[in-house]
């Protein structure tokens, strides 16, 4: 009766009004959510083994804490599990104590802080849990509950994110778990885990760690992180030399740049670390690792992206490749008083237990490259220094000469570029360029300032140079887990330049296990007890005077005289002295071709002087195109017998460089050796006086067990000789020699004495209190008379 009604038929009217309605309402709210989605939440789980260790309180716990403020404000959650092998009673208070100290607002580094950092603060705390993780069964577990709780908030699963701050021996034992429980079924879910060093103790090692790893995980899921990489000062390197290619390019290489400093120096001591340090010490610890890299991001070529980690990686193992391995004549090694007992102590050592382990090393590394060729990159660090400070610095040479006075205010000055990478606290500029250099465009953000103090920069005053800072000093940990977060691959070390490293450094710390490192006070009282000399042949300090270790004293550390008849000494194992006079030989040589043009060297004959000659042999820049090598005496045989002085310099020495023929001068006794007279000793005593005006530029000679020195025996005819250079002698058996004289040796510029073996203790003995008698000591009366003279000995032969 109601099915014509009006009233009924205005209803359904509005019904489908609103239908229509509803529709079009539908329609346009599809329409805008797809110009508009809302934001999928995604999940990043977090794991870090060893949650309750040092470096997680000092440094990770709050780094993770300032990557979750900044994900939270692009819908990204940072859900995190500590884990330890500790049951989960304990472990979680154990793990929410040191939340409670270790996470704070205050070091936030997002600027500016947020409003609400103490709500996050809160929120970050509920997002951590504590996880025992000892057996395979609880990894299986917890990787399990990832997906699923994904799937519980309606969430994508964006990455399984493992930290490792456990011992190197334990990563072989999680990554194995990791790669049979963890490893996302989803394709677009990544896994990554960070690996903290020792990568390895050398290459052996370090070649034994990565193939365990490798087993389990691939190469792009592993990122073995270098915290200095995450530092400003190191991390503006190559973003600063890419925006300064125009400028700096033409400058940035060999024909420029005259040496390359990179050094981190501590005040602290070991204290505490002794259980991990004294198996690494300072190249293991620092060098082989934090100075290494910023030597490669000073020295690679710049990727024409420098944010593509493949880029990256290829051009830094290209220059890696091109590093010369080191060799123990290439460092010098130091530790510091007090680490011996200091070490007892903590370890609970014997008291006769000793170390060599160093704490300071400076170390001279050369490039075989077109651009770096010859130019020394030199490594320092040490703990117990002066100041706390680390940097890398530029020096560039100084080729302008100023007529007048005034150009030393500008061209004149000197030309060098620091970059502060240990941070500078706010206290002094982490750049300066010297204003004679072109100035420098700055990466964004970064400002010069006139409010640091006029202290001297290497030198040179604040005024001198262009100097900028950044607007903040991010936090290293911070910088690098953001880093592997987003997958920038470029701040971590990959296994083929990790490898390429310890072929690099192995050679070293292989030569330097036997080293007696040299003793240090620490601190300011330090003095120039380290300053060091580095040369392409090598380094040595330039302070003589150094410790040993010596087992017949009480104490562990003595010291050696650094002089022998009030002359200079240089002493050690036989090996070190054979090294430091063949580096002396090198000095002299280049100071007297810059200076006259040529180096005559005389050498002694013998089976002393063998490991010598051998030394000189490997010295690839030795210069001698324009070396004269002469005899100080010789045995009146001929060339090819066994006995034959000549022959054995040439076959230990001459063969194997690249000496002129005409540069070889023999006593002449080829001919007529069996006369051997003074007509041969005139003939050599005139050719010498020919040369270089009669003054030989450095002479080698040893001593006998009677006190002999080159053929002058004792009580001889030829000890009286007072004029002429050469004299025909006599052994006290009879055997005829020609040798060299006192005129002679004591005209020379340099005469050094080469002593070895412990058959030399008793004639070092009579004669190291610095009486002359010639008669019956010959040696005494080598003195020249406007050079000097100069003790190598070894310890075999100073103290038996």
């Known amino acids: 009766m109601f099915k014509n009604s009006p009233y009924i038929k205005k209803n359904n009217q509005m019904i489908f009004i609103k239908l229509i309605a509803y529709a079009v309402i539908a329609m346009v709210t599809t329409m805008v959510a797809a110009q508009h989605p809302v934001p999928t939440t995604k999940i990043t789980n977090i794991v870090v083994a060893g949650a309750t260790g040092d470096l997680s309180q000092r440094y990770l716990w709050q780094g993770f804490f300032n990557?979750?403020?900044?994900?939270?404000s692009v819908y990204h959650h940072l859900r995190l599990y500590g884990a330890t092998r500790v049951n989960e009673v304990e472990g979680s208070i154990l793990l929410k104590n040191i939340l409670q100290d270790c996470v704070s607002c205050s070091k936030l580094t997002i600027t500016p802080v947020p409003s609400n950092c103490d709500d996050l603060r809160e929120k970050f705390l509920s997002r951590v849990h504590y996880k025992q993780l000892k057996t395979a069964e609880q990894y299986r577990d917890l990787c399990a509950s990832f997906a699923a709780e994904a799937n519980r908030e309606h969430a994508e699963e964006n990455g399984r994110w493992f930290y490792l701050a456990v011992p190197a021996f334990a990563y072989a034992g999680i990554a194995e778990n990791i790669g049979n429980f963890c490893r996302p079924t989803v394709s677009n879910t990544w896994l990554r885990v960070v690996l903290e060093k020792p990568f390895g103790h050398d290459l052996e090692s370090a070649v034994d760690l990565s193939d365990q790893l490798s087993k389990h995980l691939q190469e792009d899921e592993m990122y073995r992180i270098d915290h200095y990489l995450g530092k400003t000062g190191v991390s503006s390197i190559m973003?600063?030399?890419?925006?300064?290619?125009?400028?700096?390019?033409?400058?940035?290489?060999?024909?420029?740049?005259?040496?390359?400093?990179i050094v981190m120096k501590e005040t602290l001591d070991v204290k505490g670390r002794f259980s991990f340090y004294n198996k690494y010490g300072v190249v293991r610890d620092v060098m082989q690792n934090h100075l290494t890299e910023i030597l490669a991001l000073v020295a690679m070529e710049i990727p024409e992206n420098i944010t593509s980690a493949e880029e990256h990686c290829l051009k830094k193992l290209n220059l890696m490749n091109r590093i010369q391995p080191i060799s123990k004549h290439h460092a010098v090694i130091g530790q510091y008083e007090g680490y011996q007992v200091e070490l007892r102590e903590e370890m609970g050592m014997a008291d006769n237990f000793t170390s060599l382990v160093p704490t300071f090393a400076g170390v001279s590394m050369f490039i075989n490259s077109p651009r770096w060729s010859g130019v020394p990159f030199v490594l320092v660090s040490g703990k117990k220094m002066d100041r706390k400070s680390g940097y890398v610095r530029i020096v560039f040479k100084q080729d302008t000469f100023c007529v007048n006075d005034d150009g030393f205010e500008n061209l004149c000055r000197k030309k060098q570029m620091i970059i502060y990478t240990g941070g500078t606290g706010g206290t002094k500029p982490m750049l300066?360029?010297?204003?004679?250099?072109?100035?420098?465009?700055?990466?964004?953000?970064w400002k010069t300032s006139d409010s640091?103090?006029?202290?001297?920069?290497?030198?040179?005053?604040?005024?001198?140079?262009?100097?900028?800072?950044?607007?903040?000093?991010?936090?290293?940990?911070?910088?690098?887990?953001?880093?592997?977060?987003?997958?920038?691959?470029?701040?971590?070390?990959?296994?083929?330049?990790?490898?390429?490293?310890?072929?690099?450094?192995?050679?070293?710390?292989?030569g330097l296990e036997d080293t007696i490192p040299r003793g240090y006070s620490g601190g300011i009282n330090n003095g120039e007890i380290l300053d060091f000399v580095s040369q392409t042949y090598g380094c040595q300090f330039v302070n003589v005077e150094e410790p040993f270790f010596d087992g017949r004293h009480e104490q562990n550390v003595a010291f050696k005289k650094s002089t022998f008849r009030n002359e200079f000494l240089k002493s050690g194992l036989k090996s070190h002295v054979i090294h430091a006079l063949a580096l002396d030989i090198y000095n002299s040589s280049v100071y007297s071709i810059n200076e006259r043009g040529s180096f005559h060297i005389a050498l002694s004959g013998g089976k002393s002087p063998v490991p010598l000659f051998h030394e000189l042999s490997m010295v690839e820049s030795f210069p001698w195109e324009e070396t004269h090598i002469w005899l100080v005496d010789e045995r009146c045989v001929s060339f090819d017998d066994n006995d034959s002085n000549f022959k054995l310099i040439v076959q230990n020495l001459v063969d194997n460089v690249d000496v002129p023929y005409m540069n070889v001068h023999p006593m002449p006794i080829q001919s007529v050796w069996q006369n051997c007279d003074q007509i041969q000793s005139n003939y050599y005593?005139?050719?010498?006086?020919?040369?270089?005006?009669?003054?030989?530029?450095?002479?080698?000679?040893?001593?006998?067990?009677?006190?002999?020195?080159?053929?002058?025996?004792?009580?001889?005819?030829?000890?009286?000789?007072?004029?002429?250079?050469v004299t025909a002698t006599a052994t006290p058996d009879g055997s005829k020699r020609l040798s060299l004289t006192y005129?002679?040796?004591?005209?020379?510029?340099?005469?050094?004495?080469?002593?070895?073996?412990?058959?030399?203790?008793?004639?070092?003995?009579?004669?190291?209190?610095?009486?002359?008698?010639?008669?019956?000591?010959?040696?005494?009366?080598v003195s020249p008379v406007s050079g000097d003279i100069r003790w190598y000995i070894d310890d075999e032969a100073l103290i038996g």
Not at 242 to 254: F, G, H
Request: aromatic share 10%; glycine share 6%; charged share 25%.
């Open 67 to 72: 990557l979750f403020v900044e994900m939270e």
């Open 239 to 261: 973003p600063f030399r890419e925006i300064n290619q125009q400028a700096y390019e033409r400058i940035w290489n060999k024909h420029h740049v005259e040496k390359v400093e």
């Open 432 to 445: 300066l360029v010297s204003r004679t250099l072109p100035q420098p465009n700055i990466p964004a953000g």
């Open 452 to 510: 640091f103090k006029e202290i001297k920069y290497f030198g040179s005053d604040l005024k001198d140079f262009y100097h900028y800072s950044p607007p903040f000093e991010a936090d290293a940990y911070t910088s690098l887990l953001r880093s592997c977060f987003f997958g920038e691959k470029q701040n971590f070390i990959g296994s083929a330049d990790l490898m390429q490293s310890w072929k690099i450094w192995t050679p070293l710390l292989k």
């Open 685 to 725: 005593d005139n050719e010498i006086r020919q040369k270089n005006n009669g003054r030989l530029d450095y002479i080698v000679v040893g001593v006998g067990s009677d006190g002999h020195t080159a053929s002058l025996f004792p009580h001889s005819s030829a000890l009286e000789e007072d004029s002429k250079f």
């Open 743 to 781: 005129p002679s040796l004591n005209a020379a510029r340099t005469v050094s004495v080469l002593v070895t073996g412990s058959d030399k203790v008793d004639i070092l003995h009579k004669i190291k209190g610095g009486k002359v008698d010639k008669t019956n000591l010959p040696i005494t009366g």
